[in-house]
């Protein structure tokens, strides 16, 4: 079956502007996590899904950074203002049933973010 | 808070050694570990899942150990081809804020010389 798809895979934007990253989950799939691969940073937990609520928002950098996801299904994260330190490579990941083993995470392609 | 570190951060070794990569987590609390490999521009691929209550895990070349009690993880790599040139992560999953998170550590980069 089809694994996660991410559109776009690349996105340039100018500074200040307003971007949507979307992430399609495995069908299936309850669970569903962002994360965010940046030069010198490593990768790093953004936000978790289960259904469409969002119980762990913990790892969102600020308040530019949201989440939703329809229909248990597709997520969007929308980045407000972009700034230069948000330029990063953004992957979602989705798994069938939140806590049950073994806890396996698929990744998506990820979308290349570059914020000039 | 949990850290993952992986040892070294780079490596280039001819084609057909066998080698180790290097994982140590600060928190033995976890409920798997997982080792990743990363193409240049691609996303992640799972290699090897190990859970918490296994010590090992094979796949092909590839071997993952685990010891929780010392907060530590191998990926054993035989054989190696230069194909196998890419960062490789590993990462730990903790229930953590109400989610099953995975921490990744920061990779290495291997380069596997023909």
């Known amino acids: 079956g089809a694994g996660v798809s991410q559109s776009p895979s690349n996105k340039v934007t100018e500074k200040g502007k307003d971007v949507e990253l979307r992430c399609d989950p495995i069908?299936?799939?309850?669970?569903l996590y962002w994360y965010r691969q940046s030069l010198g940073q490593g990768l790093e937990f953004l936000i978790y899904?289960?259904?469409?609520?969002?119980?762990?928002k913990s790892g969102l950098p600020s308040d530019r950074f949201s989440a939703e996801r329809t229909g248990g299904s597709v997520s969007t994260l929308t980045i407000q203002r972009t700034q230069q330190e948000d330029s990063a490579v953004y992957l979602c990941a989705s798994n069938p049933v939140p806590g049950t083993p073994p806890y396996e995470q698929y990744f998506g392609p990820g979308t290349r973010l570059t914020v000039t | 808070k949990q850290e993952v570190t992986q040892i070294p951060a780079a490596l280039s070794v001819p084609e057909g050694e066998n080698l180790v990569l290097n994982c140590s987590f600060t928190d033995s609390a976890i409920y798997n570990l997982q080792w990743f490999r990363q193409d240049p521009g691609k996303g992640l691929t799972s290699l090897l899942l190990?859970?918490?209550?296994?010590r090992e895990q094979t796949s092909g070349r590839l071997n993952a150990s685990l010891d929780k009690s010392s907060g530590r993880s191998t990926l054993y790599i035989a054989a190696s081809q230069p194909g196998d040139s890419a960062t490789y992560l590993c990462a730990v999953i903790r229930l953590m804020d109400s989610s099953y998170k995975l921490i990744f550590g920061s990779g290495t980069r291997l380069l596997v010389r023909p």
């Open positions: 069908s299936g799939h309850t669970a």
């Open positions: 899904f289960q259904g469409n609520s969002a119980p762990d």
């Open positions: 190990i859970q918490s209550s296994q």
